[in-house]
């Protein structure tokens, strides 16, 4: 078999492996260690596993650049550069993947989304964006998450560059909802005024997906 073809197949596996989740509405009964920080049908991981489709797009940080576009009065392409311009912020956070797996107290730095979207001053109608990834990944969420102030544009976690298995050089890291929401390899947002199913969403997953509501499926 080509690589190619390998990875499409464990793709195509993994895809329809999640699919079944979604449609068996898969539960993951009680969290292992109820701290007050772990939602319902979660555990703790000591490691930071890998998921995605298989593919770690190579992007080296000199050519990765993130559009802004969609319902915004200043559509505007950042480069690296232009994004380290930015004033830095740097969270202390738990992630909770729909998988069951959480992890507790990471620190990743970058530039807060709310920051970010400064600059472009999206319109009063732009309710949801639509985030693309260099992967071909897409996923949606309410504008108002942008707004959080954990939520962030990250290049780094716990002090050092993010690897390109984790989204280097620059992921979304939205706390407040499942992590599939927070795109590694981030490539463009689009503000839109209706909410677009992205990847996981056209495939059972749910459109929100606030783990503290277990909203896992659709
Ligand atoms: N570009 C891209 N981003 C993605 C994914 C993906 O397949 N491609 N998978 C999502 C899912 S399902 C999860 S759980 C997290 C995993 O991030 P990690 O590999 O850094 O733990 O990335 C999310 N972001
Ligand atoms: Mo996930």
């Known amino acids: 078999m080509t690589d190619d073809v390998r990875i499409a197949a464990k793709r195509a596996k993994l895809v329809s492996e999640k699919e079944r989740w979604a449609r068996e509405n898969r539960q993951f009964g009680k969290p292992e260690a109820p701290t007050g920080r772990l939602p319902r049908g979660q555990h703790l991981v000591r490691d930071w596993p890998v998921l995605d489709l298989g593919t770690h797009p190579n992007v080296p940080a000199k050519d990765w650049t993130l559009r802004v576009e969609g319902l915004v009065d200043v559509p505007t392409s950042f480069d690296y550069r232009e994004l380290s311009l930015i004033p830095r912020s740097e969270r202390t956070v738990d992630i909770h993947c729909v998988t069951s797996w959480s992890r507790l107290g990471d620190t990743f730095a970058g530039v807060a989304t709310r920051d970010l979207i400064a600059e472009v001053r999206p319109r009063e109608e732009a309710r949801f964006v639509l985030i693309k990834s260099y992967d071909g ?35 979304l890291v939205v706390p407040a909802l499942y992590f599939w929401k927070s795109a590694k390899w981030i490539r463009s947002i689009r503000f839109v005024e209706h909410d677009i199913k992205g990847f996981w969403e056209s495939r059972g997953y749910h459109m929100l997906g606030d783990p503290w509501k277990e909203q896992r499926y659709a």
């Open 137 to 171: 990944y897409t996923t949606n969420l309410p504008v108002a998450y942008l707004h959080e102030p954990d939520s962030l544009i990250a290049t780094h976690w716990n002090g050092a560059p993010l690897t390109r298995e984790h989204g280097g050089p620059v992921r």
